[in-house]
């Protein structure tokens, strides 16, 4: 997927990617980006929007580490939760050259004239099935676009992009390289081991126990499905003297991004988490991804269990 999208992203052609999750798709956008842009001061050259906080701080890490020998390059990440006057003043006093945000907090800059985007070049959506299929979120994205210039370079991404959902995406492009994984059967990675075990509600602690102890994990991520079983899961496995973790929507975004930080850096080895860490987001040490309650659909199991190589 690289190998393709790459050569011609650099030469700044519209981009549509279907890609299963782990393959590199952020690479293809952070690479052919910071090789075209041509920083000036005070000036925003790239956007790049996402459905949520946590994948808009983990985008804008990456380009942060690629830009590492870019030092006249400056990246920035816009979210809500966080106060909007410290994003002003950031775009005050030190606009960065790429913005990397949710559309909310991008919209809310936009409207209020702290942040250009006259000069935008390149306009990125990763996920953007998230984006565009929640009417909310394409409104949004809509009115974002119409604030940047009409010649620019336009690259879409997702790990799961419906037939329906791709003339939506090709509406905001000039004729796009469009690249597609249309079999569900090739979503999944070469090298995934998965294994089930039936099992009633009851059994699931101890199960789960029994495993941590077998399993030789660098890192695990267990998937629960509600808040409240995250946190009561995470509990548990405290008392029982697991090295665990827990995330789910109901922390604040400072500590939500705190605890995956921790975990990222490997300061705890065990992740209970509910589906807002499961889309975009990849640990490169996470090798054992569990289900502790199954999904709903498939495209949520294939983003659960995608980034690592190890699925239960």
Do not use: W
Not at 26 to 48: H, R
Not at 49 to 78: G, W
Not at 157 to 170: G, H, N, Y
Request: glycine share 6%.
């Amino acid at each position: 997927m690289q190998h393709e999208c790459i050569p011609q992203a650099i030469l700044g052609m519209d981009v549509l990617c279907q890609a299963k999750s782990g393959m590199g798709k952020t690479a293809v956008f952070v690479l052919s980006t910071l090789q075209q842009i041509e920083p000036v001061a005070g000036q925003v050259a790239a956007l790049v929007l996402c459905h949520t906080r946590e994948l808009a701080y983990q985008i804008c890490h990456e380009f942060e580490r690629f830009s590492t020998y870019l030092p006249d390059i400056k990246v920035a990440v816009f979210y809500g939760g966080v106060n909007i006057k410290v994003h002003k003043d950031l775009l005050k006093n030190e606009c960065p050259h790429i913005v990397v945000g949710t559309p909310g907090r991008i919209l809310g800059l936009g409207r209020d004239k702290d942040l250009g985007l006259k000069n935008v070049r390149h306009f990125i959506l990763d996920e953007c099935d998230k984006m565009l299929e929640s009417l909310d979120m394409r409104k949004d994205v809509q009115e974002i676009f119409k604030m940047t210039p009409h010649d620019k370079q336009v690259m879409m991404f997702s790990a799961t992009l419906s037939k329906d959902i791709r003339p939506v995406c090709k509406k905001f492009m000039q004729d796009p390289m469009e690249i597609y994984v249309d079999d569900e059967a090739k979503l999944t990675l070469h090298g995934l081991v998965q294994h089930y075990i039936k099992l009633s509600e009851l059994e699931k602690n101890r199960k789960l126990n029994d495993l941590l102890d077998a399993l030789d994990f660098n890192q695990v991520v267990i998937f629960v499905k509600s808040v409240n079983r995250a946190a009561e899961l995470n509990k548990l496995l405290v008392e029982c003297n697991f090295p665990s973790i827990c995330i789910h929507s109901g922390m604040s975004q400072e500590e939500r991004l705190t605890r995956y930080k921790s975990f990222k850096e490997g300061h705890k080895r065990i992740l209970v988490a509910t589906d807002l860490v499961g889309r975009g987001i990849d640990i490169e040490r996470v090798n054992i991804v569990i289900n502790y309650d199954m999904p709903d659909s498939a495209d949520t199991y294939l983003h659960r269990v995608c980034p690592p190589f190890f699925g239960i």
